[in-house]
């Protein structure tokens, strides 16, 4: 009994401490973000904050101020993230069905290619992709850079819900063909709605990875209207001189999508990322 | 509703180099209950996938009311499915459930919202759960499942009805009540239904005709009585039957030579055994008696006595060879002592050693 409730404590112990490592740094600049530069300067990082002197100075100037142009790498990181989510989990969702629930010519070929698209790393394709896009017409646009995250997103998003339908039993998928129902019935009435939690975890994690790319973002988007938000929070860096509190409310600003995206939809994602380890 | 003429040709189906259904001929005629019967493996549940239209046999055919349906998709071919687990879609009302084959095929039938509800309630009251039609599935017991997934195979109307282990899920008590239920709906609408199960109970309880399988052949089919009384392959009978029957494996020269006892073959059918040196005698435990020392055709040993309830099964040692007997007299036995066994040969079967097959009565008086 008592070597039960030590056990617990320890457990408990170590948790805590690991959980309030890993939140220090989040606190750390969500209270840096609200304070005067400075405060930060004379009086450091990681304290209670002054509450009288607490400011929302940093934000307004992060969004407002023209030379940061916050609000605008915002919205094109909102079109940018949300339309590259949308077409790959369609069309991975499509090719997912015909991996998991068709017989075809090529199928273990073609499931090979989508694996071995997955392991590349991005890095590897920049160059031939920046002289492709130059020659298309594609370098510094949106539709560039999200026909990009499509493209990578379609590998990755095909194997993972192709895991996740192979969960749905045979017999559903069967009874529906006896009953007469067609390929493409089956995929929106049966094989979709069941896996709406895969599909909001697919969805979450591709968004994200798209939200918080800078690497991409850096080589295909250069002018300033067309630039995405982790592009203009570099930017709140100055060359010899850095304010704390607007970087750090820049960064806020920055993550306050996927955390809120997060917050809403946890639920699913965690019973979508479950299915995801369980082999079948 | 009225059931359809089902016809197997020569069908064959191998995954990789298994192969799972052996040149397999089978008829079934309109509105005739058959159960294909037969252990784990044996091919049974893809003889009925390739019914259904789930599995394409490599080699044969498959006629519908002597049209070949071999190469329609399963959705064309006008036949229902049962599955073992029911395969009810978790996500949506066991009214959209059972409505789900009409609504497939609404426009093709030229079939109207209220149709279809008309339809679906009239199935869900022949089954008694139209007050459970708003529920989702996971809210039925095993039970309501079952029933809800039999009004779901029912809605359409279909010529014939495929049924794998739909009974396997369920509790003892519940699946006696569904089993009676589905032979009578089978009854009052006439449709040609085929049955795969490994539960001989089952098999023997439903069918007009059972086919016992195993390595994807059919061994035998006839009647439940047939198979019962007059299996024609050692499989058949070994298969059939609580406890299966006893085989006595006995050596043929001018007498019969069987653990236990030695007996004169009759003159007419004396050369007819001679032949094969060796014979298994296969009698049903129910057809060998306790007696007195006087009547006894052979001498054991009790082994063990397992009561049943109503009846009781003694194991007897004679020699090295256990045979069982089912009784329902009681008797003062116990493990050790000395009985005296007279056996029926008018139920008894000969059997060939090498080919299993039965070859017939075997008449010792």
């Given at each position: 009994m008592r070597g039960k409730l030590l056990r617990t404590m320890l457990i408990n112990l170590i948790v805590w401490t690991l959980a309030l490592a890993w939140a220090l740094p989040y606190i750390g600049v969500v209270a840096v973000s609200a304070m005067p530069y400075k405060e930060v300067v004379t009086e450091g990082w990681l304290r209670i904050p002054n509450v009288d002197s607490l400011t929302l100075r940093n934000y307004i100037e992060a969004l407002t101020n023209p030379l940061y142009d916050l609000a605008t790498g915002y919205r094109n990181s909102l079109i940018v993230a949300s339309i590259s989510t949308l077409i790959p989990l369609i069309a991975a969702a499509l090719a997912a069905y015909a991996f998991s629930n068709l017989d075809f010519r090529l199928k273990p070929l073609l499931f090979g290619l989508v694996l071995v698209i997955m392991m590349v790393p991005q890095q590897l394709t920049v160059v031939p992709l920046f002289f492709l896009y130059r020659n298309l017409g594609l370098y510094d646009t949106m539709q560039g850079i999200i026909l990009l995250h499509s493209a990578w997103g379609i590998a990755w998003i095909t194997f993972f819900l192709r895991n996740y339908f192979k969960?749905?039993?045979?017999s559903l998928i069967e009874a529906a063909r006896v009953d007469g129902a067609s390929d493409f019935r089956i995929f929106s009435k049966i094989v979709l709605p069941l896996s709406v939690p895969g599909l909001i975890a697919a969805a979450l994690l591709q968004f994200t990875w798209v939200w918080n790319d800078l690497f991409y973002a850096l080589v295909f988007l250069i002018s300033r209207e067309n630039q995405v938000i982790t592009q203009k929070v570099v930017m709140l860096k100055g060359e010899y001189h850095i304010d704390w509190g607007l970087l750090t409310a820049g960064s806020v600003i920055s993550m306050s999508m996927p955390v809120i995206l997060y917050a809403v939809f946890n639920k699913y994602f965690m019973k979508g990322v479950a299915a995801w380890g369980v082999k079948r | 509703m009225k059931g359809a003429s089902l016809k197997l040709w020569r069908v064959t189906k191998r995954f990789r180099n298994v192969v799972a259904v052996d040149n397999l001929n089978l008829e079934v005629d309109r509105g005739e209950f058959i159960v294909l019967l037969g252990p784990s493996g044996c091919g049974k549940t893809t003889t009925l996938r390739i019914i259904a239209g789930l599995e394409t046999p490599d080699e044969g055919r498959v006629y519908i009311d002597d049209v070949d349906v071999t190469d329609l998709e399963p959705g064309e071919r006008d036949v229902a499915m049962v599955f073992q687990d029911y395969a009810?879609?978790?996500?949506?009302?066991v009214f959209e459930n059972i409505a789900f084959p009409l609504v497939v095929r609404a426009r093709k039938l030229s079939l109207t919202k209220r149709d279809i509800e008309e339809k679906v309630l009239n199935v869900a009251k022949m089954l008694k759960i139209d007050d459970l039609l708003d529920r989702k599935p996971t809210q039925l017991s095993g039970g309501q499942q079952q029933r809800a997934a039999l009004a779901r195979a029912l809605v359409k109307e279909p010529k014939i009805w495929l049924m794998d282990?739909?009974?396997?899920?369920?509790?003892a008590l519940i699946r006696l009540q569904v089993r009676a239920e589905i032979k009578k709906l089978q009854k009052d609408l006439g449709i040609t239904t085929v049955y795969v199960t490994h539960d001989q109970t089952e098999a023997l309880s439903l069918a007009d005709r059972v086919a016992v399988m195993n390595r994807g052949r059919i061994l035998q089919i006839g009647s439940p009585r047939e198979i019962y009384d007059d299996p024609k392959h050692i499989f058949v009978a070994t298969f059939v039957g609580v406890p299966p029957m006893n085989l006595l494996e006995c050596r043929v020269s001018d007498v019969l030579e069987c653990p236990g006892f030695r007996r004169k073959l009759p003159e007419e059918s004396k050369e007819y055994f001679k032949r094969l040196n060796k014979i298994y005698i296969g009698i049903r435990p129910e057809h060998i008696e306790i007696v007195s020392k006087e009547e006894g055709d052979l001498e054991g040993v009790v082994y063990v006595i397992e009561p049943l309830g109503p009846e009781y099964i003694i194991n007897v040692l004679v020699d090295d060879t256990l045979i069982k007997i089912k009784t329902v007299k009681e008797y003062t036995l116990h493990s050790g002592d000395k009985v005296y066994l007279k056996i029926n040969w008018a139920k008894a079967i000969a059997f060939d050693?090498?080919?299993?097959l039965s070859l017939g009565k075997i008449s010792i008086a």
């Open positions: 969960f749905i039993p045979r | 009810l879609y978790p996500h949506i009302t282990e739909p009974l396997s899920n369920l509790d050693t090498a080919t299993g």
